[in-house]
């Protein structure tokens, strides 16, 4: 009786504590494969960058070590790789593409960088690259340029 009095409670604290360590690696893994979803959706989105014909190919620098490149694809798609931003930053950025005539400015696309303090974002620009003559990334929190680049 006794035995039975012990392992009945510990039967069932084992079993909640299976129940919650599945619910949370399943949790893990859903997150997961949301998250490589979105590193191969980028990757598709790369390649098709890059056999595009009629490349464009901005580097881009910056204060404190941020650098990168900008891809810009004949069909509007681009690519903007970023190094050097704060590592576990939460901070977000704002690609500006600014236009040749007026220097009108167009606000493309709010990033967020990997915890590494790199960025890899995919966008679409609203006109065709030729009439952009500058691309600055900004910090949106204080409103600073910290990298840019000329086409």
Avoid: C
Avoid at 5 to 25: H, K, M, Q, S, W
Avoid at 48 to 75: K, Y
Avoid at 97 to 102: C, E, S, V
Avoid at 117 to 139: N, S
């Amino acid at each position: 009786m006794r035995v039975g009095r012990i392992l009945l409670p510990l039967g069932i604290v084992l079993a909640l504590g299976l129940g919650v360590l599945n619910l949370v690696l399943n949790n893990r893994l859903v997150m997961e494969r949301a998250r490589l979803e979105n590193e191969r959706s980028k990757v598709v989105a790369l390649n098709a960058v890059l056999a595009s014909p009629g490349l464009s190919n901005v580097i881009l620098t910056g204060s404190n070590g941020v650098g990168g490149r900008l891809l810009g694809a004949a069909r509007l798609q681009g690519v903007l790789a970023l190094t050097g931003l704060p590592a576990n930053s939460k901070r977000a950025y704002l690609i500006n593409l600014t236009r040749k005539d007026g220097g009108l400015v167009d606000s493309i696309q709010a990033f967020t960088p990997d915890s590494d303090g790199t960025a890899h974002v995919v966008f679409a620009a609203p006109m065709p690259w030729a009439v952009y003559i500058a691309v600055e990334v900004v910090d949106q929190t204080e409103g600073n340029v910290i990298a840019s680049g000329r086409f």
